[in-house]
């Protein structure tokens, strides 16, 4: 345990997961605070998952390249997973999509912007790999493409042969995701791994943890996350009404900056030391692995967690925000070059969705 | 006739010419058997297109560089307008625009892509000349705006002023095309053949035919062609209702490859050589033809052969599935390498689109 | 005055000043006239816009570099403005908008696209400064998305709730794009001058005005601007209805083509020189300055001038011909190289919208 009680001892980020314990007694003593379980659930969810991608780094350190690349991968966005898995078993559907677009243009539009401006304020222009970021880039845009081809394809009047012809699409979508992300990672762990090798995780020159601590801390803190999800996904719509938020805000906007936090540390780290390969690598990656990977195992899973199969439809605004962000993040990193003000257009863009859906009238 | 001979003796494609008297006799005995003379047309039109594309190449080579270039480049995609004009007289506008949808989407996605994996899964990365794919992902992506603007900018609701709007828009933006497609000849024919050079024809090392031969293979194989198509299009929509398969998948996905089969296999043995800029320009060069040529001369005939004048307006799935292949084909190859896993992802797309239109729900 | 008049004198253009006292005068006696009036006020107000423009550098070149960029920026579309302010104060907001498309479609297509062709006619093929040209590609993307947000993210059913959405979202858009505007400013003039130092104007090699003259010709020529443009303003419907033009291809086509004049002029000059650098600085720069400056400040100033708060919300073919405009000249200034026939493609895209827009249906 040495390891890990130094390591949050020295991360003041960690400190907040005194409010862990915090959010699940005021659950049981006040079940009808929605908004101060909602606004304890948020800081609980931040330092759980900076924790969590510590213990998966820690693991992953222990198990060797490939098989520690691949944890790293399929693990990276594990508290979007958790969350949205608590929101699927809830039915709450609207919330499930809601975070993975939340998930896609946060990463590449806030996480790039915000690292391309963090960077670009201490260093004039960066450079940095072009071709492992047009790369990420055309793997982004592609996925993107992919997962919207439900949305932009089935438009059009409703009915019962409609609906099914959805669901049928998105389950074979979901299969069709799943192969190639897991083509993606032999491509990018075993044929191509040179081309990837910047954007492995940073070092930490931390103490090594365990074997068994690395797994346990693993498996604890993700039962944590799922219990302190309950409450975020239980306490989340009152919490919205009562503080004016629209629930479009609420999934695209916070759901996601709390569960990309700790990714956004490592990001903004690393821009700031000119590495921005590595920061490109995470905002795209993470991104690419949403598309490819969370959205169609949340659509498998719905089968069996759900009240009903969840379809891959999504609506025409949510549409226009995955595929300008996909574009931007693409155009944006298939230039190798970057200053200060090209993070902040692209957090520009970020602003004005996040305005908007503050704005937006909640549906009548 | 000794080398035609000698080539079909050679080329295992080119057996499957027997079909072609199979098909025609059995159109006569049975003309009720829809689903047989589907099959059976399918068949035929693939070597009759590699047969096409051979006697083209070898009219070319004996009229030199700028005319030879010229045919080349004109009748490229012969098979494609040969069928489409037969459903044009049949007055099946549904399947002549899916024919163009598909060739446009099949050219730029399934041909691009099977060239890179496949050019992929033989050489760890391949580089190739950016500046004129760039050139020509450039020209792809315009041609296909150019092409879809009646569909973007008339749509609302009908009316017979939007009828007659739409109807003199198609004809104009015909004229436009034609002309743009002159003067593209002109560039890479003539003003900046340099830029093209690599995407000039693969050197077949066969022995040449004489004049005549190749004269009269050209045109004895057009005719068998149309024969055929009609075979095909009478029989394609029956079939299609026999098998299960929708209408939209049969244009789009069926024609398209049966009619593109020739070009795929020297585009596929262009990429297994390294020899991607071919490939690349073989598929995106094949591309723009439909969009600048073959579409607008569809639309010019539809006045003269047609029962009534054809318009460019496609509906909305098609302006996003041709949307998506152009910007995908001039986002890939703007990169000038690839590596297996990007032909994969390329693939995926067209996949998921296939999938979609063999699940897409007849209209009511 | 005498440079003034000499600069007069040598520039056959500036003859057509003539007819500015012409229109004041036919005003006066004609009022009904409309026609007239219209045709004779878009001849007056081309050379007045070239004089606007050649005053704006003459203050510019006395005042330093800094601030003299910053007038250069901030005024290099005062004719756009003073136009569309004059429309804004008579309520015409759907000629202000239709202005506001036309200035980012006609600099982005039009002006970039004859500048490559006028360039490439005379030099074979021209190669620029890709990292600038990528960098203003990639504002005009951002810029352009940015100003369609509302369009394309409030889509939807009407009612009151919906109208105060798109009204509040325009305001804050409006405040958001000119931080972002003056962030631009500061990282174009200041921190990465450097990066533009190409896009600067040209040496006209001209005697330098003094600065009384500068700034009196400055301030009485925007008088007339503002004098002539209520003539056009108040002429155009009734002329289009004569003339049988559609009010969009007056908007989008005629105003903007009659404010760009005397850039284009430069942008010209500029591409035949082989400086296709600062052409398309100017075309790009000028399109990302409608975007970000001339639109919102014009929805600031509809709450003062105008009848009623304007919003940003465009029609469907506004937002379609905006996107393919940005995503145009974005793709083809990444190349960093030109030949003649892509100058043709762009201006291909533009007579097909042109067309589309002279042949569109009134609304009923």
């Known amino acids: 345990m040495k390891p890990l009680l130094q390591d949050i001892r020295n991360t003041p980020l960690l400190w907040l997961l005194v409010l862990v314990p915090v959010v699940l007694v005021a659950q049981t003593l006040a079940h009808e605070a929605h908004t101060l379980l909602f606004v304890l659930s948020v800081g609980a969810i931040v330092p759980l998952a900076a924790l969590l991608s510590r213990a998966t780094e820690a693991v992953a350190a ?30 709450q559907y609207v919330l499930v999509k809601a975070s993975i677009v939340g998930a896609i243009v ?19 222009v960066q450079e940095y790999n072009r071709n492992s970021a047009r790369l990420q880039g055309g793997m982004l845009f592609m996925a993107t493409i992919a997962i919207l081809v439900p949305s ?32 993606g990672l032999l491509f990018s762990l075993k044929t191509h791994s ?15 943890w ?36 629209t629930p479009a805000f609420v999934g695209v906007i916070i759901v996601a900056l709390v569960g990309a936090a700790a990714e956004m540390v490592s990001a903004f780290a690393a821009a700031r030391k000119d590495k921005l390969d590595l920061s490109v690598g995470i905002a795209l990656g993470s991104a690419v692995q949403i598309a490819l990977f969370v959205a169609p195992v949340l659509v498998l899973c719905s089968y069996v967690l759900g009240p009903s199969p969840m379809d891959l439809q999504f609506w025409r605004g949510a549409v226009a925000m995955m595929l300008i962000s996909a574009v931007t993040a693409s155009l944006v990193t298939n230039a190798g070059r970057s200053a200060w003000f090209i993070g902040a257009l692209i957090i520009t863009i970020y602003v004005i969705f996040a305005m908007t859906l ?3 009238p909640p549906p009548a």
């Open 62 to 91: 222990r198990t060797g390249d490939t098989i520690g690349g691949l944890l790293n991968a399929t693990l990276g966005n594990l508290t979007e997973l958790v969350i949205a898995l608590t929101a699927l078993r809830a039915g």
């Open 106 to 124: 946060t990463n590449s539009l806030f996480m790039l912007g915000a690292s391309l401006l963090l960077g670009g304020l201490r260093h004039h």
């Open 152 to 183: 932009v394809l089935a438009e059009g009047d409703g009915g019962v042969s409609r609906a099914a012809f959805t669901q049928s699409l998105s389950l074979g979508l979901s299969v069709v995701l799943i192969v190639t992300y897991a083509l």
């Open 194 to 208: 040179e081309l990837f090798a910047a954007a492995g995780h940073d070092e930490h020159g931390e103490e090594e």
């Open 210 to 245: 365990p074997m068994p601590l690395a797994l346990g801390t693993l498996a604890g803190v993700t039962v944590l996350v799922a219990l302190v999800s309950e409450v975020f996904v239980e306490s989340v719509q009152q919490a919205a009404t009562t503080l004016g938020i």
């Open 358 to 360: 503050y704005l937006l």
